[in-house]
């Protein structure tokens, strides 16, 4: 099945701005087991930006020639469905609640990633707290 998948996978990469997923994605997809190598990896399909989340090991971004890692929140999750999701909805937040337009995510700064990947994590942390797999009104009412 992979095989059939792959490069419609790799397609998406190649169009992306930013990609995003999780250690687990990846290892399945390209066989690899960290941010750099799985950025090796994808660069040459267009990734300029990878985004590798790792769950309770926090989240690493590969930017160019530039690695950077970001800590989790310390909890203890209720259930982590729809984490992932809700990361990606936290990052996409971040981008339009500070007007990034395509046209200004290559030029984004390591200090404008780490608040970006902040806000992902904070949005995915109060996913896990729950059963509801959505953010919670407090949560939002926070924003």
């Known amino acids: 099945m992979l095989e059939v998948v792959k490069p419609f996978i790799e397609e998406n990469?190649?169009?992306?701005?930013?990609?995003k997923g999780s250690d687990e994605d990846f290892a399945n997809v390209f066989n690899t087991c960290s941010a750099s190598?799985?950025?090796?990896?994808i660069k040459d399909m267009g990734c300029k930006t990878l985004i590798y989340t790792r769950n309770k090991h926090g989240v690493d971004c590969c930017n160019g020639s530039q690695q950077s890692h970001y800590h989790a929140i310390d909890l203890i999750p209720v259930s982590t469905v729809g984490a992932g999701d809700t990361f990606?909805?936290?990052?996409a937040y971040w981008l339009f609640n500070n007007k990034i337009r395509q046209a200004d995510i290559a030029s984004l700064n390591l200090h404008q990633f780490e608040q970006m990947i902040a806000t992902g994590v904070s949005f995915a942390s109060d996913v896990c707290m729950s059963f509801d797999n959505y953010v919670s009104h407090n949560f939002i009412a926070g924003l």
């Open 37 to 41: 190598d799985t950025f090796e990896k």
């Open 88 to 91: 990606t909805a936290g990052m």
């Open 13 to 19: 990469i190649s169009l992306a701005d930013i990609t």
